[in-house]
């Protein structure tokens, strides 16, 4: 068909930086997938209505990802710390657009990993792979205001600040705006 573009199956990717490995999740990082879901700031930032109840981290780590990677919607990976092979933090891409060649990351990371920057390392790790070995050309944020840690993770990654969408998500509170962030094929420049 004239101007619609086939959906793909997102691509499976693995990158390191040099304090992390990020890849996709595997079955036996549901406890530690679990556990940071669990943690009560994750969750009061999480982008999901207070009715959906908890997410299963069985369910996140085997079949939502392999749907969503399918689907060519998005996947899920784990972000794994070098200095003694543990998952801190979870990373996840959704919205993807393949005529746009653009996905939407969003991150959650264990309480005793978070402030040393291994979200921003890990955030802007994916975008790199995803811009110049899968030919994404945008990568998009999506930060609550008042989340002010995921704003410096955006900021730390070298996203550019675009605006505030009014109304556009949810938080543990409801509905909320959210800040959009961007990062782009032209920031590797």
């Known amino acids: 068909m004239t101007g619609e573009v086939a959906v793909r199956r997102f691509p499976t ?3 390191s930086t040099p304090r992390a490995h990020v890849r996709p999740l595997q079955a036996a990082d549901v406890p530690a997938v679990a556990g940071i879901f669990a943690d009560k700031l994750t969750q009061r930032w999480m982008p999901l209505p207070e009715s959906s109840g908890p997410i299963d981290a069985v369910a996140w780590c085997t079949e939502m990802a392999k749907e969503r990677r399918d689907s060519g919607n998005g996947d899920h990976y784990g972000v794994i710390r070098r200095e003694d092979d543990r998952l801190v933090g979870t990373l996840w891409t959704k919205r993807t ?44 944020l999506r930060v609550a205001p008042g989340n002010i840690a995921s704003r410096r993770v955006a900021e730390k990654a070298g996203f550019s600040y675009e605006g505030l969408l009014r109304n556009a998500g949810y938080a543990q509170g409801g509905r909320v705006d959210l800040e959009s962030w961007s990062f782009v094929s032209a920031d590797l420049r």
């Open 13 to 15: 990717l693995t990158v």
């Open 97 to 140: 657009d393949w005529s746009g060649r653009a996905t939407e990351v969003c991150y959650a990371v264990a309480p005793e990993a978070r402030g040393y920057g291994l979200a921003a390392e890990a955030v802007l790790a994916l975008a790199i792979a995803l811009i110049l070995e899968h030919g994404f050309q945008r990568l998009e």
